[in-house]
């Protein structure tokens, strides 16, 4: 969700306005300096044409696919946000502690289903947290989460201290996109609260159990919600502009 506050603009590439350093985005997001050297090459190669947005939602497809995960046709012609929302960032997006009702209802304000939350959190199948994230969870959820994994990570991360410590958010396989995250809830053993209030006697409990067992199923309302997800506001026809430098506004 993180590129989608303001739609599909690429408004989270900007080293202005403050969205990248926004509470839920602070030390969590990487991976600038690819979209860098992609945005370099295709400027080399046809200047002015395509977005930085394109790019970052091409990256997410062909990513996912390299991990072993589906693939999608992403539609093109986004064009690029001028402005980043600090305060947006900080209002709109979920933090690691939120509540199942929160979940819902801010996925909902960007026009997203349940289904479609479930499905795209699966992509923490992949990816780490720093401590900080998930410290509240290993000392203070236990009434919800395993404790011989509670005690693995207590061991890296502290009650206090050592926030910078990165643990996969996937500790079965944490570099391939896979249903491993959905098992990993019906164990008890998301990392995060948020994640691990999606199986936790409320109302995507069924659905967690079908995207377990059923990989087919996870990949098809996955990409499903990518495509929805991609096609939030985008900026088009002369709003906008191309961006040069996906950090920069042009001059």
Not at 34 to 49: F, L, Q, Y
Request: proline content about 4%.
């Amino acid at each position: 969700m993180h590129d989608v506050l303001q739609g599909c603009d690429g408004s989270i590439l900007l080293d202005a306005g403050g969205e990248k350093s926004a509470g839920p985005n602070a030390n969590s997001l990487h991976g600038f300096d690819v979209i860098d050297t992609i945005k370099a090459s295709v400027e080399a190669a046809c200047p002015g044409v395509v977005s930085c947005a394109d790019i970052l939602a091409l990256a997410a497809r062909d990513g996912t696919f390299l991990l072993r995960g589906p693939t999608w046709k992403v539609p093109l012609g986004r064009r690029d946000s001028t402005t980043a929302n600090q305060s947006l960032a900080n209002a709109n997006l979920p933090s690691s502690g939120a509540s199942l009702a929160t979940l819902v209802s801010t996925f909902a304000s960007q026009g997203l289903s349940p289904t479609d939350m479930t499905a795209l959190s699966g992509a923490h199948t992949i990816g780490q947290a720093r401590c900080s994230t998930f410290r509240d969870r290993i000392y203070n959820d236990a009434a919800n989460m395993d404790t011989s994994f509670a005690a693995q990570q207590r061991k890296a991360c502290p009650q206090s201290g050592n926030d910078g410590h990165l643990a996969p958010m996937d500790v079965q396989t944490p570099r391939e996109f896979d249903t491993a995250y959905y098992d990993n809830l019906m164990a008890r053993r998301g990392l995060l609260h948020s994640d691990q209030e999606l199986f936790n006697g409320g109302s995507q409990d069924a659905l967690v159990r079908q995207y377990s067992a059923s990989p087919a199923l996870f990949r098809a309302d996955f990409v499903k919600a990518m495509v929805r997800m991609g096609n939030i506001n985008p900026l088009t026809g002369t709003a906008g502009q191309i961006r040069k430098n996906c950090r920069l506004v042009n001059s």
